[in-house]
């Protein structure tokens, strides 16, 4: 019932930038932590950013002060805005949501929602 669906990812060269979008539907709680991650082929999926209900955000330290995630309730998308990419950002990010007010538990909270993914890649 619940859905969710990126958009946006790409190829670009070290340096640029991409939003990455995701649209969520049939999700009927207005409290919910939201977030993204990624995962590389033979490597464990990594968080990238969270944020809460109450617009609380969490980063990576891999990605912070390059990456800004935020969310508009009224076209129930979810957003990541990559600036300064690097090669090592290259990998398949997904969006993922859970119901609560907070984000309890930060990137090891288990998610009952996800996206099919969207490529990104970066090369140098």
């Known amino acids: 019932q619940v859905q969710l669906v990126e958009s946006g990812g790409g190829s670009v060269q070290a340096g640029g930038s991409l939003r990455l979008s995701c649209a969520v539907s049939?999700?009927?709680?207005?409290?919910?932590?939201v977030g993204w991650f990624r995962q590389v082929p033979g490597k464990k999926r990594e968080g990238v950013a969270l944020?809460?209900?109450?617009?609380?955000?969490s980063y990576a330290d891999s990605v912070k002060g390059r990456f800004t995630i935020s969310q508009d309730n009224a076209k129930n998308t979810l957003y990541l805005q990559m600036n300064s990419l690097q090669p090592g950002d290259t990998a398949m990010y997904y969006c993922?949501?859970?119901?609560?007010?907070?984000?309890?538990?930060?990137?090891?909270?288990?998610?009952?929602?996800w996206g099919q993914g969207t490529q990104v890649t970066v090369s140098s």
């Open positions: 944020i809460d209900s109450n617009g609380s955000t």
């Open positions: 049939g999700y009927a709680d207005s409290s919910y932590c």
């Open positions: 993922a949501a859970d119901r609560g007010r907070y984000c309890s538990g930060g990137f090891r909270r288990v998610f009952s929602y």
